[in-house]
Each structure stands twice: as structure tokens, then as C-alpha cells.
């Protein structure tokens, strides 16, 4: 009997446990986005299934209690979770997974001039994407770079809104501008370079802090940016962006792939900014705004060659026609007149390059570049009128040896030929040969463990012999998920006044040079810290410090004070210092993402131990760019913004006179918003509003007091003593007030 009731209970526990099952169904995705073909299985369980293509799992006949369930896909990480499978019905758990670290690192070029993982590379490089920037869309990649922390475009004239591009704190002239690796953008077109480059054609930004002069040569002294395009074989077939803004400013940018043939493809890119309307919203009778025309013709070919040997030819052509100044100004009756002032600036700009691996049994690749640059400008009745031509070729060889070597080295040869109606060439065109020798070793200690070497030695022919070694240090944790970076480098820079600093060209002041100036050096030292790691609710976090000192001696500075008349330039008799921490923070969880970054640093002069702040440099700056998706709308809100700190500016303030206006500037932000409808998609709709808090620099001027200084008599005809003279130096923050904005693009495959 007992047996018997046994077997009745064994038999009914069976039954039970065939009937007490239920279904798991969910769907993964990493970051909003489906993952097709994704594998979930029960930990632990015989069931298991792989996702469709939009994502979506199902398990049958899940047995009924607590399961640990398992999501995973080559480059991702598998992410556990605890579910209770409930009876005869259906359970549902979705899965967010997240991007490998090592899976997420970019290839980047800029660091070591060769191709290599972001993790890998022992110089730290910071890599921006397009998506980055049409956050904020912007009619030029120098106002674009307005969100990455660290730099700041810095405007060096109120009227014509010339500007460069601040690294750490230190002016244009220090940072280099280099397309696809190409040194094309320096001297006289520094002001200009990175106008004009359309951005349907950019497949990323890399930017280095701190000194490259080692592989880059001069100019590389605070760092560089490098614009990397897009090959043909990954670009769409068309892609078009248009958008407008509410002061009448109208982009457009158009690129297309072309393909000759199986082996020749090429790229075709076409940027046309106009703004035609004059605003004078401070009642100075001068625009706050100049009036712009520019196109920029872009094209880049590849042919396939024989065991994947590159080759490509690329060229870009740039016609700009600026003007900024009095609101009556008419180019027929006043340019280069002394009626009315207006800053008017004709520009044209043509560029080559290229890369050519030879047909040889070693790697060996040839690269060249060239550009003619011709400006017919006039500031009020001054004329400057200028061209350059600069050459440059360089072979390199990369070769690894072994497990622990990977050799650089390059021959590089630079041709520049500068003239102008100026005194600098008065005595015939500037000519510059400059020959160099580089070579950099990066040593693999072991998997943790990289050092790098470098030195490189260049014959400049004015200045003479010229050395920068460097030394890199990279230490990755097991896991890589910690990774600790040390640079020491030292670097060097020829200067031009009139080709780097706008100033010297514009207002009421003369320009007077004390000496011949000699070429300025520097010593850098960077420390850079990244850490990831897992957040909440699977969010991976990305914390990249640094901290940097970079020393000069021999150090050009303009003088705005000794002479309010004046800009004198001299090698500074002492040092310079540029120092100081810098942090960014990247969150990516689900439909949000946010990169914060801020800088804290200290620029200063030290003679005959006075220190003194270099003026036009804040201490502290912030930037933030923070996107969410709401998928019921299919919409992307996306806030942008940076901040800055007081500055010092360059006032009239002598014994004799005080300046009216403020020493300093205030706390300033300018901050962004925008909606697009469609981000992804193969039309998209975006629109918003730029400067929300409409902010100009204007603002912290005591009334009465005109932000230009005598706008009323810009020629000086009948200057009264102590009065302001008119003075467009006197600038720091953007002029454009809150605008509204509407944009469309189309990307076909």
C-alpha cells in the first residue's frame, strides 16, 4: 500500500512539474540599439536561444523558479541577471549590454603617426566623433570645437571675428592643424584652416595636448588637432545637411562617394557659408557680426593597389569674402579709405596632398602636401596683402623587430615662401627651408609595460640646428581598465607676427618689433590617468585626468600696456608657465549619454621675478555635452555648453589714464539646446536655440562706455587726450546673442 502511494505521488510530482513552466521572452540592446543575433541562455539550464535581427529572444518551457539568465555577443560584455519564471505565463527581461573597453577604442593615428588602438598608444589622444558635433551644429569646425574641454576659440578681433585655436591655455600659433596627417594649415592661413572643411566628410577629430614637435615639428608646441576624413569605401552615397539660424545665417554642406571603377573611388565634398545681414545690437554703428561668403571645394581619390598599398590624392579649394566694421560701410566707395572703417578680407586658398606606400618589400610610405594661400585684405585704410606657398614631403619607414620594437623613423622637408606689403618682407620674400631627421622606438616591456622614445633634429635655414627628444611612459592594468600615461617632451616655434596675430593688423595701434625675435622653446610634461568602470544599472563611466606643465623660454608676447598706442612684440627676458588639470567624464547608459569635462590652470610670465597672468586666459573652464533619446517620439534632446572664468583683458590702463572699461572679464557661459527628429534615420529634422542666456561680452560694460573704444573716430583723425582709442583687440567671447536654429539631413547609403 505504501509502495503504491509512492509511485501515486512520484507520478503526480511529474505531472506537475511538466505542467508548472512558463516562457521567457525580452530583447537586447546596447545602448537603445538591437543586437541581432545576441545569445541568452538560463545559467545552470539546458534552454537557451539567440535573438532576431531586431533583437528580440524567446525561451520556451522554462521551468518554473528563480533562474540566473546570461546575454552575451562577441564584443560586449555578458550581463547577468536574477528572474523568477512564473507558471504558465510569460515573463519578460531585457537586456542592456556594454561595449568591451577594449572593443570601444578607436583607431588613432596622431599620437605616434601610425595607426594604433586608442588603448595602445602611449600618447594620450582624444578622439571626437561626428555625432559629437552635430549635438551643436555649427558653419565651421573652429566654432565646433567650443565643447571640447581643454580648448577655446579664441576670437583676436571684435570686428572681423578672425580667430585661432587655444590649447591649455596657450594661443594659436601653438597648436597645429593637420588634415588626414597632413601639416596643410599653418602661418598665414592659421586664422582660416579649419573653415571650410565640409562636415559630411569627417569621419572623426583627434586631438593631442601637449608637445608633438618631435614627430610634427614646429607649431606642435601645445598640442595638435587632426581632421581625419572618411574613405570612399565607408561614406555614404550622399549625404546633405542644410540649416539656417534666425540672424540669417544659412550652412550647407553636400558630399558624395563616386566609383570609377572596382579599384578607383573617390570622395566629392562641397561647405558654402552665407551671412549677409548687419546687426548692431550694442549701438556702436558697427556690426557685432561680419558678413560672410565662403565655399570650399573638397575631393579625395583612393585606387586600390596590388597587396593593399595605399594611395590617395586629395585637394581643397577655399574662396572667403569678410567684412566687418561701420554699418554705412560700402565696399565701392569706402574699402581701403579712410571715410568709413570696415575690415574687409578676400581670401583664397588651394591645397594637395597625398600618401603613397611604395612597392617595396619594407613599409615604406611617401606623403606630400601643398598650399597656396592669397589674402587681399584692408583694415580701415591699411592694406595687407599677402600670399604664401608652403611644400612639404616626408618618407617614413615602420618597422617592427620582434615582439618589442616598433620603429618610426621619417625624412621630412618643408618649403615655405611668405610676402607681403609689409616691413617683413620689405627687403624681398621670406624663403624657409626646413630639413628633418625623426626616428621613435615604441618598446613593448610586456603587456603591461610600454615606453616610448623619440627624438628628432631639424635644420631650419634662418635659425640653424634645432633637436626635441621625447619620452612616453604607458602602464595598462590586467583588465586594461586602468591606464596611466607619462610624456616629457620638448618643442620649438618660429614666429611670424603678421601671419599668426591678427592684431597686429587691425585698429588704431602700431606694431613695433624690438629685435629680431628668436625661435621659442619649450619643455612639456603631461601625466594622464583613465579609469572605467561599470556604473548602476550597467552605465559604463569613463574618468580621463591629466595634469600638465609645459615651460618656455625665448617666449614672443605681444605688449598691449606699456603703450596704449602700441603692440610691442619681444623674446620674453625670463620664463613662461603653463600648468594645470584637466578632467573629462563620460557616462553611456541606455538612451543617455554624457561627456562633462573641466580645466583648471595657471598661465603666467616671470621677469626679473615679476610673474605676470597672460592676459585673454581664464583660470577655470568647463564644457558638457549631454544627449537623451525618447524613443515614444523618436526624438534626441541634446544640451551643450561650456563655461569660463575671468580673464585678464587688454585695456588702455597707463599712469596717465584709466581705462573705463572692465580689467576683467566676468563669469560667462554659453550654453545650447537642440531637438532631432529622426537621428539615425535617413532623414533627419533638428532644430533649436544657440546662446540660451544670450550672453554677449557687451554686458559688462559700464554705461556709456563702448566695448570697441572710440568707434566714433576709428582713424584717429582728432584723437582727445584721455579718451579710449578705437580698439577691436579688446575681445573675448563671442558676439552673437540667443538665436534660433532649423536644419535638415539626408543620408542616402
Not at 449 to 468: K, P
Not at 578 to 603: F, P, Q, W, Y
Amino acid at each position: 500500500m505504501i509502495r503504491i502511494a509512492f509511485l501515486f505521488a512520484l507520478c503526480a510530482c511529474a505531472t506537475m512539474s511538466t505542467w508548472a513552466q512558463g516562457v521567457l521572452i525580452g530583447r537586447v540592446t546596447s545602448q537603445g540599439k538591437a543586437l541581432p543575433f545576441a545569445s541568452v541562455y538560463l545559467q545552470d539550464g539546458p534552454l537557451g536561444a539567440a535573438a532576431d535581427a531586431e533583437g528580440m529572444y524567446r525561451l520556451n518551457d522554462v521551468p518554473v523558479q528563480t533562474w540566473t539568465a546570461v546575454a552575451s555577443m562577441v564584443g560586449y560584455l555578458p550581463l547577468e541577471q536574477r528572474v523568477e519564471v512564473v507558471t504558465q505565463g510569460i515573463t519578460v527581461l531585457d537586456f542592456e549590454l556594454v561595449t568591451r573597453p577594449e572593443a570601444i577604442e578607436e583607431v588613432v593615428i596622431s599620437g605616434t603617426m601610425k595607426e594604433v588602438s586608442k588603448l595602445a598608444s602611449p600618447v594620450p589622444v582624444e578622439v571626437y566623433s561626428p555625432a559629437f558635433f552635430q549635438a551643436n551644429p555649427t558653419s565651421s569646425m573652429y566654432d565646433a570645437l567650443e565643447c571640447v574641454n581643454g580648448i577655446r576659440p579664441q576670437m583676436n578681433c571684435a570686428i572681423c571675428n578672425t580667430g585661432a585655436i587655444r590649447i591649455q591655455g596657450l594661443e594659436g600659433p601653438y597648436t597645429m592643424v593637420l588634415i588626414d596627417g597632413m601639416p596643410i594649415v599653418s602661418g598665414l592661413g592659421t586664422v582660416y584652416g579649419l573653415n571650410g572643411i565640409p562636415s559630411a566628410l569627417i569621419e572623426r577629430m583627434e586631438v593631442v595636448k601637449g608637445a608633438a614637435s618631435t614627430l610634427y615639428g614646429s607649431e606642435a608646441v601645445g598640442g595638435l588637432i587632426n581632421v581625419i576624413t572618411k574613405s570612399a569605401s565607408n561614406a555614404p552615397s550622399l549625404s546633405v545637411d542644410v540649416f539656417g539660424t534666425t540672424w540669417g545665417e544659412v550652412t550647407a554642406d553636400l558630399a558624395a562617394s563616386v566609383k570609377i571603377d572596382d579599384k578607383v573611388q573617390g570622395l566629392v565634398g562641397v561647405n558654402a557659408f552665407h551671412f549677409g545681414q548687419r546687426v548692431d545690437d550694442n549701438d556702436d554703428q558697427f556690426t557685432d557680426m561680419p558678413l560672410q561668403d565662403r565655399v570650399s571645394l573638397f575631393n579625395t581619390w583612393s585606387v586600390e593597389r596590388k597587396d593593399d598599398r595605399a594611395l590617395t590624392l586629395g585637394g581643397r579649394y577655399i574662396f572667403e569674402d569678410r567684412f566687418g566694421g561701420d554699418m554705412d560701410w560700402i565696399e565701392a566707395e569706402h574699402r581701403g579709405g579712410s571715410e568709413r572703417y570696415g575690415e574687409s578680407i578676400f581670401t583664397q586658398r588651394w591645397e594637395a596632398f597625398g600618401t603613397c606606400q611604395l612597392p617595396t618589400t619594407e613599409l615604406l610610405t611617401m606623403q606630400f602636401s601643398a598650399n597656396g594661400h592669397r589674402q587681399n585684405s584692408v583694415y580701415g585704410d591699411v592694406s595687407y596683402i599677402a600670399a604664401q606657398r608652403i611644400s612639404f614631403g616626408q618618407l617614413t619607414w615602420d618597422k617592427s623587430i620582434g615582439v618589442m620594437h616598433d620603429l618610426l623613423a621619417g625624412a621630412a622637408l618643408r618649403h615655405t615662401v611668405y610676402e607681403d606689403n609689409t616691413p617683413a618682407t620689405s627687403e624681398g620674400p621670406s624663403e624657409v627651408w626646413l630639413p628633418g631627421l625623426f626616428v621613435q622606438d615604441q618598446v613593448s616591456l610586456n603587456t603591461q609595460n610600454t615606453v616610448l622614445l623619440g627624438m628628432r633634429y631639424d635644420r631650419n635655414s634662418v635659425h640653424g640646428n634645432i633637436v626635441t627628444p621625447r619620452l612616453n611612459y604607458k602602464w595598462n592594468s590586467r583588465d586594461q581598465w586602468t591606464v596611466v600615461r607619462v610624456s616629457a617632451g620638448s618643442g620649438y616655434r618660429v614666429a611670424n607676427i603678421f601671419t599668426e596675430d591678427h592684431a597686429a593688423l587691425t585698429g588704431a595701434r602700431d606694431v613695433v618689433v624690438v629685435s629680431d625675435l628668436n625661435p621659442e622653446r619649450s619643455n612639456n610634461l603631461n601625466v594622464n590617468i583613465v579609469r572605467k568602470w561599470i556604473g548602476r544599472r550597467n552605465a559604463l563611466v569613463t574618468l580621463d585626468g591629466s595634469a600638465f606643465y609645459t615651460h618656455f623660454s625665448n617666449k614672443i608676447l605681444p605688449d598691449y600696456t606699456t603703450d596704449p598706442g602700441q603692440i610691442i612684440y619681444d623674446n620674453l627676458d625670463g620664463f613662461a608657465v603653463s600648468k594645470g588639470v584637466s578632467i573629462n567624464v563620460d557616462l553611456a547608459h541606455e538612451d543617455l549619454t554624457l561627456r562633462a569635462g573641466a580645466t583648471g590652470m595657471e598661465v603666467f610670465t616671470d621677469q626679473d621675478g615679476t610673474r605676470k597672468r597672460q592676459e585673454l586666459t581664464e583660470r577655470f573652464s568647463g564644457t558638457w555635452s549631454l544627449s537623451y533619446h525618447i524613443h515614444r517620439w523618436d526624438l534626441t534632446l541634446d544640451y551643450t555648453g561650456s563655461v569660463y572664468s575671468p580673464m585678464d583683458l587688454p585695456t588702455q590702463t597707463t599712469d596717465e589714464f584709466v581705462d573705463p572699461r572692465p580689467a576683467q572679464s566676468p563669469w560667462f557661459s554659453i550654453q545650447n539646446l537642440q531637438l532631432t527628429h529622426g537621428r539615425g534615420h535617413k532623414m533627419e529634422w533638428y532644430g533649436g536655440v544657440k546662446n540660451l542666456l544670450n550672453w554677449t561680452p557687451w554686458q559688462n560694460m559700464p554705461e556709456g562706455v563702448r566695448f570697441l573704444g572710440n568707434t566714433a573716430d576709428p582713424f584717429e583723425v582728432d584723437p582727445q587726450e584721455g579718451e579710449l582709442v578705437f580698439d577691436p583687440a579688446y575681445v573675448y567671447g563671442p558676439s552673437q546673442g540667443i538665436r534660433g536654429f532649423l536644419g535638415i539631413r539626408v543620408l542616402l547609403k
